[in-house]
């Protein structure tokens, strides 16, 4: 077992690895980085099955048959990215069962299409749940304005929730009252909430991306010296507010009942800036009752020479209040960045949902021949 990923997970961090495919499963790889590399979850995105579908012959098959039975591309997709998850839901069951369900998760996305439909996204995330069919999986929901009701009523109705594409603190505590009324909605149906988990996915990286680029337009040297920094120190303060969040009156109530913490889940953590340490999304956020989802490429370079000492965030705030200070005393308006992130993020993953769908259009038409 990798000492540095066992030290991380000791450290109260989950490692979930970000990214599945049918290769991984089917050749135990997937099964060997939950035993070697500490991995005890896994996210997906429309351009991860996009990139599995192409890259192998393992769905051939599928994709014939479905084709045969006059399946549409829509359909094609539904049946291989469940399956698919359904799998890696049984790889990871023995983890799920072993930590009372807050691990051993396998995270699912709605089409993001329907990110400004409420109804339609619930639709979507009760079929997907149903079809799964596995107590550890995570339906994946957007935090637009719109997903807000339906993550509640999802929650409401004992669906587990991964809400995504969280990039400022207003949003995010938005997104802990979507969770609180749905666990009220589920304890008022009888539920048993213990059995309802949920993680908010904070993304870092391009918070990091947007305002580099911003910072390097105004290019003084105060302005420079900020790059790299805001990612971090806005992810720290999303903990802050977790931590407040979670320690009230009407939390205190619903965990009486049995319910759990909605989980901070650091997502982006791949560095897109080659000059920035490759695992310091990783080694600059550790802290207990968090998740970080990582690419393999970032799990194998914390791996390797990844550090882990003690808590990284809770003793940091003052620090990440002065970057956040100090950004907008340089000019950085965070609202503008925030509103820009939180558009292009749902274009962003319209667009791999397009390519997810261009991709196995390609290959039915290719069964077809």
């Known amino acids: 077992m990798s000492e540095r990923l066992h030290e991380l997970s000791g450290a109260g961090v989950s490692i979930w690895l970000d990214d599945l495919s049918r290769e991984r499963i089917e050749t135990g790889n997937l099964a060997e980085l939950v035993k070697e590399k500490s991995v005890v979850g896994v996210t997906t995105n429309p351009t991860i099955f996009a990139g599995a579908v192409a890259d192998g012959e393992r769905y051939d098959d599928e994709v014939r048959a479905l084709v045969a039975d006059g399946a549409d591309v829509d359909r094609v997709v539904f049946k291989l990215t469940t399956g698919d998850v359904r799998n890696a839901c049984d790889v990871l069951q023995p ?38 069919g596995r107590d550890n999986v995570h339906i994946k929901i957007p935090a637009t304005t719109e997903g807000g009701p339906a993550i509640s009523d999802a929650l409401g109705d004992g669906i587990s929730v991964n809400v995504t594409l969280i990039f400022g603190l207003e949003r995010y505590r938005s997104v802990m009252e979507a969770y609180l009324t749905g666990l009220e909605k589920a304890l008022e149906a009888g539920r048993d909430l213990s059995r309802i988990h949920s993680v908010a996915s904070f993304f870092v990286s391009r918070v990091d991306t947007e305002i580099d680029k911003r910072l390097e337009a105004i290019g003084t040297d105060e302005a420079l ?28 109530r619903l965990a009486e009942a049995g319910a759990r913490v909605q989980r901070p889940l650091w997502a982006s953590t791949g560095v897109k800036n080659p000059d920035y340490r490759d695992t310091m999304y990783v080694t600059d956020l550790v802290v207990a ?46 609202d503008d960045v925030i509103e820009v992130l939180e558009r292009e993020g749902v274009e962003k993953f319209e667009a791999s949902w397009q390519e997810l769908l261009d991709t196995v259009q390609g290959q039915m038409e290719a069964a077809d021949r």
């Not at 977790?242 to 009407?250: L, Q």
């Open 95 to 132: 983890t799920y069962a072993a930590t009372e369900g807050v691990d051993g998760r396998v995270s699912i996305e709605v089409p993001p299409t329907l990110a400004h439909d409420t109804d339609e996204t619930l639709a979507a995330a009760r079929e997907l749940w149903a079809e799964v």
């Open 225 to 252: 010296a900020l790059r790299g920094k805001a990612g971090i120190a806005n992810a720290r303060l999303a903990y802050r507010d977790f931590e407040k969040f979670f320690s009230g009156d009407r939390w205190a």
């Open 289 to 334: 009752h968090s998740v970080n989802t990582m690419p393999e490429k970032t799990l194998e370079a914390f791996a390797d020479h990844g550090e882990v000492d003690g808590d990284q965030v809770t003793t940091r705030y003052d620090d990440a209040q002065q970057v956040m200070d100090d950004l907008a005393a340089v000019g950085i308006d965070y």
